[in-house]
C-alpha cells in the first residue's frame, strides 16, 4: 500500500496526487511512467510521472477522470492508501543519458498539451536543474482548463509561453500558431522541439518543427493502456519497424512515426469489434511483451 501525501482538483476532472514511492523515487527519469491501481478492483493504467522528490521519496502524478477506475483513483484523499503503484517503467528521455556537456549546446522547445503537460514538467524542471537553453509552449482550450501554470512559471519565468484556443487567457491559437510566432517571428532558434499531448496536437507541432528543420521528439504515451507490452494498444509504426511505446518509448523520433495509421488503430483499438480485428490482422506482432500471448 501507498500512502497519498497530497490530493488535489486542478481542473475539472484533472487530478494531483502525490505518493509516497521512495523506490520508484530515487531511480525514475524524466519520460518514464508508472502503472497503479486504486484498490485490489480497479484495472491497471499507466500514468506518466509529473513530478518526484528523491529526499521525500514521493511521486507526483496527474490523473484525467475518464472511466471507473480513474475515477477511484481521483476520490483518494490526503492520508489515504493506493493499493499500487509500479516503475518506474519506460526509457527516459534521451538527454537524460547523453553527455551533458553536448546536451548545453543546445536550445529546447517543449511543446505540450492538454494532460500532456504534466510529464513535460520533470523534462524542463531538468533542464534547468542541469543548466540547459529551454523555452516552453503549453496550449489549452481556455484559461479554465490550464493547469500546473504556478509550477511551470515558478522553473521557465519569462520562457513560458502560454496558447488558449479560445483567446481568453495569454496568447490566442493552437500551439502550432505560438510556434510559429515564436521561430518565424521572433526569430528563436531550436535545436530540438519536444512534443507531448493529444496525437492531433503532437502530429501537427511535429509537423510545423519539421518544417523549420527541428528534430523532433514526441511521447505516445496516449496511446498506452496496459503499460507493459501486453494488451497490444500501443503497437505503432516506427520508420517502417513495429514498436511498443510502453515498452520501447513512449518517447520516439517524431519523423519516424506514422500518426495516420496510429490515430486509425486507435480508434479500432476501443471496441471489442476492432480488438478482435487488430489481432487477426496483426498475428504475432500484436502484442509487444512476449508476441504470442493469447
Not at 500500500?1 to 490530493?7: P, Q
Not at 477511484?72 to 519506460?90: C, F, H, Q, V
Not at 529546447?108 to 529551454?134: E, R
Not at 496525437?199 to 518543427?209: E, L, P, Q, R
Amino acid at each position: 500500500m501507498f500512502r497519498i501525501v497530497k490530493a488535489e482538483m486542478l481542473v475539472e476532472k484533472i487530478y494531483l496526487l502525490e505518493v509516497e514511492a521512495p523506490r520508484i523515487a530515487h531511480t525514475c527519469e524524466p519520460g518514464q511512467f508508472v502503472i497503479v491501481r486504486a484498490d485490489e478492483t480497479a484495472e491497471r493504467i499507466p500514468l506518466t510521472i509529473c513530478d518526484y522528490d528523491r529526499e521525500r521519496g514521493t511521486v507526483t502524478l496527474v490523473i484525467q477522470v475518464i472511466g471507473a477506475s480513474s475515477y477511484k483513483i481521483s476520490m483518494l484523499k490526503t492520508g489515504d492508501m493506493m493499493a499500487d503503484i509500479t516503475g518506474p517503467l519506460g526509457e527516459p528521455s534521451e538527454f537524460v543519458n547523453e553527455p551533458i556537456e553536448e546536451v548545453r549546446k543546445r536550445n529546447y522547445l517543449f511543446v505540450c498539451g492538454g494532460l500532456g503537460t504534466a510529464p513535460v514538467l520533470p523534462q524542463i524542471k531538468w533542464m534547468k536543474d542541469h543548466d540547459v537553453s529551454f523555452d516552453v509552449i503549453v496550449g489549452t482550450k481556455s484559461h479554465s482548463t490550464l493547469i500546473l501554470e504556478k509550477e511551470f512559471e515558478e522553473i521557465a519565468g519569462e520562457h513560458y509561453f502560454i496558447t488558449t484556443d479560445d483567446g481568453s487567457y495569454k496568447r490566442s491559437g493552437m500551439v502550432t500558431v505560438c510556434m510559429e510566432d515564436l521561430i518565424a517571428n521572433e526569430k528563436r532558434h531550436y535545436d530540438i522541439c519536444v512534443a507531448i499531448g493529444p496525437m492531433i496536437m503532437m502530429k501537427f507541432a511535429a509537423k510545423t518543427a519539421l518544417n523549420y528543420g527541428i528534430h523532433t521528439i514526441v511521447s505516445m504515451n496516449p496511446i498506452m493502456v496496459d503499460g507493459t507490452g501486453m494488451c497490444g494498444a500501443c503497437r505503432l509504426m516506427v520508420d517502417g519497424e513495429v514498436k511498443f511505446a510502453c515498452v520501447d518509448g513512449p518517447e520516439f523520433d517524431a519523423a519516424k512515426v506514422d500518426f495516420d495509421a496510429a490515430m486509425k488503430r486507435m480508434a479500432l483499438y476501443k471496441t471489442e469489434e476492432g480488438r478482435a480485428y487488430l489481432k487477426a490482422q496483426e498475428g504475432d506482432t500484436h502484442h509487444g511483451g512476449c508476441g504470442n500471448c493469447s
